[in-house]
């Protein structure tokens, strides 16, 4: 009798599992519990994220600052350009940047013309010479450039173009040759605004403006970098290399950055639920995307069906199944 009221309410949580209906736990749960809930979804969120980061690391040779330059460009667009990005990270690695970094107009002619995007830019002296650098520097380190059609161009806003956050890239990583450690480094908001904030070239801002402001990577994005390059970053190298320090300091950052908004953040929002910074965010994020929805957040979630939803391994649904188990006895 006891298994079959298990199972039956198991079903009623896998069957409100696509409208967030354990919001209404959560909710109404103790704040200390519901911060406990918290931590265990985000250690799990980070835990995943560090899976991935070890396999840019394995497949850069074990090489933590080739590790860090592919992660950057696996954040630095939007998700339907994912693939281009680590594609062209993979063709100019970072070995290559720092060699060129002292002359930053070289760096921006890898970056562009690599991606194929360059032949696609108003023919003027500026991107004339350009291509001539990438023609030089294409020929030295052995660059076969990627296909213009290689990249969703269609329905991008103006901020979030190729072409503006390639040369972008190109500005930052001309900076200084430190820059993983800065970001290792980075404690607050204001020093991840102070380090990934790079503003576009004067030509490249004429060129990309169309009158919306300064073409800068802004606080919107600054934001997404500190969640899902600085925090991941931190967590990973402080787990691979034992420096708890680390991961102490990319759970703090967390509490410190804005809480996101997107359409999950939302669902959970209209359940009563109100985070106050991404920490809380990725809590519910990684709840939405791993229990109750599994695949929902998956690049590849359209190569495959979504799997049933995860209640009975959630740490929501692992709860609210003990209440009832205890409830009947």
């Not at 002296?125 to 076969?144: C, M, N, P, V, W």
Request: some cysteine; aromatic content about 8%; overall charge positive.
């Amino acid at each position: 009798m006891e298994t079959r009221r298990m199972a039956e309410a198991l079903g009623r949580l896998q069957a409100g599992a696509c409208k967030y209906a354990c919001g209404g736990y959560l909710t109404g749960a103790d704040p200390l519990l519901r911060h406990e809930i918290y931590t265990a979804l985000v250690f799990d969120r980070l835990e995943r994220k560090m899976r991935m980061v070890g396999e840019l690391h394995r497949a850069t040779g074990e090489n933590w600052n080739e590790t860090f330059y592919r992660l950057y460009f696996r954040t630095l667009g939007d998700r339907a350009n994912l693939r281009a990005y680590l594609r062209l990270a993979g063709l100019v690695p970072y070995k290559t940047i720092l060699r060129e970094r002292l002359t930053p107009h070289a760096v921006e002619a890898l970056l562009l013309g690599a991606s194929g995007l360059l032949e696609q830019c108003p023919l003027d002296d500026h991107t004339q010479g350009l291509r001539t650098t990438f023609d030089h520097l294409s020929a030295k380190y052995g660059i076969e450039a990627m296909r213009p059609d290689e990249w969703e161009l269609g329905g991008l806003r103006p901020a979030n173009h190729p072409v503006l956050r390639l040369v972008q890239a190109a500005a930052f990583f001309a900076q200084d040759q430190f820059v993983m450690a800065r970001t290792l480094a980075c404690r607050t908001e204001g020093d991840i605004r102070k380090l990934f904030c790079i503003e576009a070239p004067d030509y490249w801002q004429k060129q990309c403006s169309a009158n919306e402001g300064p073409r800068r990577i802004g606080t919107f994005k600054a934001h997404i970098i500190g969640i899902n390059l600085v925090a991941i970053l931190q967590f990973a190298y402080g787990s691979y290399t034992g420096k708890e320090t680390l991961r102490d300091n990319a759970l703090t950052l967390l509490e410190q950055l804005p809480a996101e908004e997107n359409r999950y953040i939302v669902s959970w929002k209209n359940r009563g639920l109100d985070p106050r910074n991404a920490f809380g965010t990725q809590a519910l994020l990684q709840l939405a995307t791993e229990y109750c929805m599994p695949g929902a957040n998956d690049p590849d979630r359209s190569a495959r069906t979504l799997e049933a939803p995860r209640c009975a391994t959630c740490p929501v649904g692992k709860r609210i199944l003990r209440s009832v188990r205890q409830a009947q006895q």
